[in-house]
């Protein structure tokens, strides 16, 4: 076997370990981010994930919700539910990160008063727009689909 | 007479070009383009890799393909400088198309990381002169061809989740589908480098003046 056949053999392999190695990246990035609250979960009723939001997407949503105002505290809760793609809902839950702070809505319910609003730990937090300093739901982790 | 004779073919001498037969006779000063200028490469070597490097940025700025797939700029991105480094196999060559592409890449305002976006073109660029010699710059070679383009396909992007993360840029869910990514661009930059390497099989043998 030439030396330059057994480099590209050993190319190959290099190229088939950075898959997995890619997919393991992103498998640990994705529970990291879960666990610290700095991915946001968004649930169907069956339970089944419909996508996932990281913080800095919800910055951007609220960049891309109020483009020059600099005012804007985050984008609304109806906002980032389009976003993720979650149709077909009544009811909705926020769910905190420890799971002991709750927060149900229905569709009626749901205007333009309930911001999602960064802190300074790299999460977000569910907040009323009247009232930004009373937080509903801190370090949001699940947004679900009730019925 | 036979002075002004003697004169004239003197003044005829001077002001006339060298014949082509003259194999002796070297190119001097502005005109000598395959001297060194920048690592071991001549002037007219520099110059060709700066036409690719232009055609990398120009390409990525004009070519829109509605594929929604990540990576898949890659097909022209990695084959155009695969073809180059593949013509001309000199070190150096890829860092002069990356850092070409990158400058232009910036002054055309490509992609939303701002002067930044230049290391994503300059990497692939920079890795390329690296692997090229492991594979004995053997480009015309459609394994090595698929091999340089599918590693500095994914050194793009590495840069661009490495300037995403420095930036603060909006890349969750292109962090979330890293892996998916990853396939993506591995299989686009391949196809693209086995193309250029049957390009470069094609043109170098009838490039035996670029020497």
Known sequence: ?147 | MAKTNAAMTDLTEKNDPPSKGAGSAKPTGAADITRRFLFRLGLADVIRFTMFGSMVAVTNDVTRIPMQLPGHTSVWWMGILILGKGLIPKFGGGIIMGAVSGVLAVLLGLGKEGIFIFFKYFIPGLLLDALAPIFFNRLNNPFVGAICGALISLSKLAAALALGVLLDLPMGFMAMGLGYSAVTHIVFGGIGGALASFLVKRLKPRLTSWE
């Open chain 1, 1 to 147: 076997m030439s030396s330059l056949t057994k480099r590209i053999i050993a190319g190959f392999i290099v190229i088939g370990l950075l898959i997995p190695t890619a997919y393991y990246a992103e498998r640990h990035d994705r529970e990291k981010g879960i666990q610290s609250g700095k991915v946001i979960s968004v649930k169907d009723g069956n339970g089944e994930l419909v996508s996932l939001m990281g913080t800095d997407v919800i910055r951007a949503l609220s960049k891309q919700q109020f483009p020059g105002d600099g005012q804007a505290k985050g984008p609304t809760l109806l906002y980032v539910i389009g976003a993720s793609g979650l149709t077909g809902y009544s009811t909705i839950e926020v769910t905190g990160l420890e799971g002991e702070q709750h927060f149900q809505a229905g569709r009626q319910e749901l205007d333009d008063s309930y911001v999602l609003v960064s802190n300074d730990r790299g999460t977000v937090s569910l907040v009323q727009r009247s009232s930004p300093e009373r937080v509903l739901v801190d370090e949001i982790s699940v947004i679900s689909k009730i019925n």
